[in-house]
């Protein structure tokens, strides 16, 4: 398959990226612009946060392809110039440094950025959000040279920050403005496990905070005042309150918007030519039968393929469930599956949460909706084959070590 006009990627990000190898995959072997604003090649967003941040991995591990590849794949790579316009009528686009042509076909992978928190001394040095690759470095050098920071969000880039902090030997205060970490993303049942972890590790955890000012002197950050009056001491501050999707393109298109990019289920915008995938897509989901924005690396791993599929006129439907992990301490963890703010009924631990060695299920009227398995392994299939079964299970072999996944459903 040609075409006169390329195929255009906005967002020369993981999902980005790997849109344009699954497109050379499916045999397209037309023109390809994969552009995006950063001035490194695609590289993965993970090990900023968790082994990169470390130092226990090599920067050259995060790339998602080697430097080469884009040359050899006829990919035309422009980086530094985003996107900054779309004509759809005119199926054309216009980027930064005021070039502008047409489009074939159109694939929105622009992200999503940090959300910045709306207090006084946000922007003093030594303030830092994490969502590329220099801020990692950045960190890294922080964490080398800090005696004590405060971390402000406990979710999971917070939680993982703070460990790559602890690990260096810094002293952490967390704060967090809900209940417990992760609260609104695993319930309190499951919440306290981290909360937990990261206290047995000398985390100073402060729940139910807010902050009201980040103090400087010199236009240096040198602590955090809390709404209580207290105030800490800090050599850094690190900032993760959540992440806001990157829809402007799309808005001023007048594609629609709502949470995201608004997509079918072949990853389809409002507008015939224009797709969307990754952080940004807010994609219907025909197993859970809505529509839910997924912020993880496997959805934006997985994701662009179906995109690239459905642009090249396959028959597609994206049903994969969702997907993430991640590494704190000696704490390794997978989830699986979806469940809304307070969408569930039940959860059922599997093992200890004590020794932080369990599986543990949501569930919604006997039928699992989400499994966690934590240091556990070798179980993501059967966590995925129960949801997908959409059957009711017996809570008591569910949560017994000694019965298989495979044999938990009611009456079986």
């Keep these: 398959m040609a075409a006169n006009s390329p195929f255009v990627i906005a967002g020369a990000g993981l999902a980005g990226a790997k849109a344009a190898e699954a497109l050379r995959e499916e045999g397209f072997d037309g023109p390809v612009v994969l552009v995006g604003d950063e001035q490194e090649r695609p590289y993965e967003r993970p090990p900023l946060s968790k082994d990169y941040l470390q130092g226990s991995s090599p920067r050259e591990d995060v ?9 050899e794949h006829g990919v035309d790579l422009r980086l530094g110039v985003p996107v900054t316009g779309i004509d759809p009528g005119g199926r054309s686009v216009r980027l930064a440094d005021g070039s502008a042509f047409a489009y074939e076909k159109l694939l ?8 910045r928190l709306p207090v006084a001394g946000e922007n003093l040095d030594g303030v830092h959000y994490l969502r590329s690759l220099a801020d990692s470095d950045t960190l890294k050098e922080t964490f080398a040279a800090a005696s004590r920071i405060v971390v402000i969000g406990g979710g999971w880039i917070g939680l993982e920050t703070t460990a790559a902090a602890r690990e260096a030997g810094v002293e952490v205060t967390l704060l967090e ?5 992760l609260v609104g993303v695993l319930g309190r049942e499951a919440a306290q496990v981290f909360a937990g972890l990261h206290t047995a590790h000398g985390v100073d955890l402060r729940c139910g905070t807010h902050v009201t000012e980040i103090t400087g002197a010199r236009g240096r950050v040198d602590g955090v005042l809390l709404d209580g009056g207290e105030r800490i001491d800090a050599d850094a501050v690190v900032i993760g309150v959540g992440i806001t999707p990157n829809t402007r393109l799309a808005s001023d298109a007048g594609l629609e918007v709502g949470n995201g990019v608004r997509v079918d289920s072949a990853l389809r915008t409002s507008d015939p030519g224009i797709w969307a995938a990754g952080d940004v897509a807010n994609a219907f989901h025909p197993l859970l039968g809505r529509h839910i924005r997924v912020e993880h690396w ?14 090249l006129g396959g028959d597609v439907s994206y049903d994969r469930l969702p ?25 059922v631990f599997r093992g200890s949460t004590d020794d ?13 909706l989400a499994g966690m398995n934590v240091n556990v392994w070798d179980v993501t299939g059967p966590v995925r084959t129960l949801i997908t079964s959409g059957l009711p299970v017996d809570e008591g ?7 298989p996944l495979t044999e938990v459903f009611a009456g079986g």
């Design 323 to 347: 997907y993430f992990f991640t590494d704190q301490y000696d704490l390794g963890m997978e989830y699986t599956g979806h469940v809304e703010r307070g969408g569930y009924d039940r959860v």
């Design 356 to 368: 932080r060695e369990f599986v543990a299920f949501w569930l919604s009227e006997r039928r699992v």
């Design 397 to 403: 072999r569910l949560g017994d070590v000694g019965v």
């Design 177 to 181: 403005a809900g209940e417990l970490p």
């Design 108 to 115: 929105l992978a622009t992200g999503s950025s940090p959300r």
């Design 298 to 311: 496997a959805n934006a791993l997985n994701q662009p393929a179906a995109a690239a599929r459905s642009m």
């Design 63 to 71: 790339f998602v392809h080697p430097g080469g590849w884009y040359e």
